[in-house]
């Protein structure tokens, strides 16, 4: 009697479809904390005094010095525009509503209009 040669395959097959299974139900377990993490609840900033820490989220977009890159300079603009856009985003630009609250939104542009 021979050996069949699609018992292997079927094995490997069988293996990778309970390997599938039980990684699924690990990934179940954290869906709280995944479902946290893409809404931003990953990512805490504490308030500060001057803004400085909470306008580390900006620098991708405008440069280290705020002078611009992908977006523009924002040395100058007015406080209640920048909490303008911080709470109700810019329509087709990375600037969506509600990236900020209200609060931090201020002490941001209390930080940039120091900024010369």
């Known amino acids: 009697m021979k050996n069949n040669p699609v018992v292997p395959y079927i094995l ?14 690990t990934g179940a377990d954290n869906k709280k904390e995944i479902a946290a993490e893409k809404e931003g609840g990953g990512e805490k900033t504490e308030a500060t005094d001057d803004g400085s820490a909470l306008v580390q989220s900006c620098i991708a977009c405008h440069a280290a010095d705020l002078t611009g890159s992908v977006g523009p300079n924002l040395h100058g603009l007015d406080e209640a525009r920048i909490v303008d856009v911080l709470t109700n985003g810019i329509e087709g630009t990375p600037m969506q509503p509600g990236m900020k609250t209200e609060a931090e939104a ?9 900024l010369k």
């Open 12 to 25: 490997i097959l069988a293996f990778g479809i309970g390997l599938i299974f039980f990684m699924s139900l």
């Open 106 to 114: 201020k002490e941001i542009a209390k930080y940039i209009s120091t």
